[in-house]
């Protein structure tokens, strides 16, 4: 049963065989890399690197669902993509403007 279940994913339409499975699968790299940046502080990440990461698993995340054959590497390597990028956004967002808001204003002393 098992022989079966790897014969058909090898053969499969974007199996191991084709780059429709190796180009989701080493982009998963750059997720990768997304999460590690978690404990990276919000001032050193940048707002276009984020938002390119984002929009790109937002577009890629779509057209995996809508082309022959489904790419399910495809999609889910773009999910998560999307949600490191969303997550760093709210971060670097958080950290630009709501700690903005809660700095006590500068005194003057004589």
Request: aromatic share 12%; net charge positive.
């Amino acid at each position: 049963m098992a022989s079966s279940k790897l014969q058909a994913l090898w053969n499969h339409p974007a199996g191991p065989k084709t780059i429709h499975f190796w180009a989701p699968t080493f982009k998963w790299g750059i997720s990768m890399a997304n999460v590690a940046d978690f404990t990276k502080p919000p001032e050193k990440l940048s707002y276009p690197q984020q938002i390119a990461v984002t929009c790109t698993g937002v577009i890629w995340s779509r057209y995996s669902t809508v082309i022959t054959p489904k790419n399910w590497n495809l999609f889910s390597v773009n999910i998560v993509m999307a949600g490191t990028g969303l997550y760093q956004l709210a971060r670097k967002i958080q950290h630009d403007y709501a700690s903005e808001a809660k700095a006590e204003p500068a005194t003057v002393t004589e």
